[in-house]
């Protein structure tokens, strides 16, 4: 079936420094490829998307793009801020209507100032 | 918009008692999941509904039920507490925008089973 599979954490940083988590996913079909964001106590939340090989998805200077060839949307940041830290998944819709997200087991980012 | 809203945030329980999580969106998503979030697991599905009257399994479903009556409400059953369902219970409903189907998930409900 289909699944994601992204870098095991934790991630450490120090403020400006250039992120990138992985993520690789395997999928029969055309998904659509999203990360979201986890802040500590909350629920995730939307951060980017793409819907079809090399779309980029970009939001607050985070980055991923779509690489069919290489089954990758690897997330990107130049410069992290410790407002970033935050827990980060990986996730893919199939496409078919009513179907749910599927997961990756998310990375923990953590940067110190 | 509220967007998706859930009650409680914390629980406790002992086991064999039994409990419903509240799950309301106000966006008129026809779709509408609850997930379960252990630690460095990510989120399992645990049931979905594609409308109102209509669910299925997900892949965790064991110990849980749920039904959906109106578009709007999603309420997660837990009928005999187990410690095998400590965890933390996400809602979420989606929509297709553009091209993709997106989801919103609501602030969690964090449940200890004692």
């Known amino acids: 079936g289909d699944s994601v599979t992204q870098m095991e954490g934790p991630v450490t940083l120090s403020e400006e420094a250039f992120l990138t988590i992985n993520c690789t996913y395997t999928?029969?079909?055309?998904?659509?490829l999203f990360w979201y964001v986890q802040y500590p106590g909350e629920g995730l939340q939307l951060l980017l998307k793409a819907t079809k090989a090399d779309d980029k998805g970009s939001n607050k200077g985070f980055e991923a793009t779509y690489r069919k060839e290489t089954t990758s949307f690897h997330l990107e940041k130049g410069s992290v801020q410790v407002s970033d830290s935050a827990v980060y998944f990986c996730a893919l819709h199939p496409g078919q209507a009513g179907t749910a997200l599927i997961f990756g087991k998310g990375t923990t980012l953590s940067v110190s100032s | 918009n509220a967007g998706v809203t859930q009650t409680p945030k914390f629980r406790i329980l002992k086991i064999g008692q039994s409990m419903t999580l509240q799950c309301t969106q106000d966006?008129?998503?026809?779709?509408m999941y609850w997930y379960r979030q252990d630690p460095g697991m990510g989120l399992k599905l645990i049931y979905y509904?594609?409308?109102?009257?209509?669910?299925d399994k997900g892949e965790v479903p064991n110990g849980y039920n749920v039904s959906r009556s109106t578009t709007e409400d999603f309420p997660l059953r837990l009928e005999l507490a187990a410690p095998s369902q400590t965890s933390v219970y996400f809602c979420?409903?989606?929509?297709?925008?553009?091209?993709?189907?997106?989801?919103?998930f609501g602030p969690g409900t964090r449940l200890t089973v004692t």
């Open positions: 509904s594609v409308g109102a009257g209509i669910t």
């Open positions: 966006m008129n998503h026809n779709y």
């Open positions: 999928a029969t079909g055309y998904p659509s």
């Open positions: 979420a409903s989606s929509y297709l925008a553009g091209e993709a189907y997106e989801q919103y």
